[in-house]
């Protein structure tokens, strides 16, 4: 049983460039989020989604994208990356909100 | 939305003491609070959570209380050792057409000296 699983775990990109970080988790959840963690800033939401189909957004989703075509993925994009956009992203799943959610290992994403 | 406040930022203690992390927050209809555990390098951990509809809940050595009145929870550990030391960060659900958003705290640094 795999859990979360996160890739890459270490991307650099230049400003502008485009790149899609993936979440796959193999244990039928049905709420998936994805996070960005910065010094002295705790875990932000930046989308989440309670099923196939269907996705929102969280507390800092400017310059992200996401979908939901199966319950298994669910992949964040950078449309046009930003030196603000660097930091770590998890990605997290759960059975719903209201339970414990499992986190993805992480990716070191640096924009220069 | 939802606004989840963390203290202390740091924490330090010696080993065998007991270690209070406090947090507070905004949306009254909140109704789980989770704590997850995050070592350095590593991804959050949950340890343990409660929902509204209690006042306390235990397990084993960790603690967490919640006054609903006030809007305030907290993470207690007792008798600590080293390798409780982490980042622990408190989240709190919204309500209503933010109930699926878990709102996470700053996190404490928390270092249990030998």
């Known amino acids: 049983n795999a859990g979360v699983t996160q890739t890459p775990k270490f991307q650099v990109l230049k400003t502008g460039q485009s790149m899609t970080l993936q979440c796959a988790q193999d244990m039928n959840h049905e709420y998936m989020s994805w996070y960005r963690q910065d010094p002295g800033m705790g875990l932000r939401l930046i989308h989440y989604?309670?099923?196939?189909?269907?996705?929102d957004q969280g507390e800092v989703p400017n310059g992200y994208n996401v979908s939901r075509s199966t319950t298994e993925d669910f992949p964040l994009r950078l449309l046009s990356a930003a030196p603000s956009q660097t930091s770590v992203y998890f990605c997290a799943s759960g059975g719903s909100l209201n339970e414990k959610l499992f986190f993805g290992s992480g990716t070191q994403l640096s924009v220069l | 939305g939802e606004n989840v406040e963390q203290h202390p930022s740091t924490l330090s203690v010696q080993e065998g003491d007991s270690a209070v992390i406090k947090c507070t927050y905004s949306d009254s209809a909140s109704n789980y609070f989770p704590w997850y555990k995050q070592e350095l390098g590593k991804r959050p951990q949950l340890i343990i959570d409660?929902?509204?509809?209690?006042g306390e809940k235990k397990d084993q050595r960790i603690a967490v209380t919640l006054n609903k009145t006030a809007k305030h929870f907290s993470l207690h550990i007792t008798e600590t050792q080293p390798e409780d030391s982490a980042v622990y960060f408190c989240?709190?659900?919204?309500?209503?057409?933010?109930?699926?958003?878990?709102?996470f705290g700053k996190g404490t640094l928390l270092t249990v000296n030998p």
């Open positions: 409660i929902r509204s509809n209690v």
């Open positions: 989240a709190a659900t919204g309500s209503g057409g933010s109930n699926y958003k878990l709102t």
């Open positions: 989604s309670v099923g196939a189909g269907i996705t």
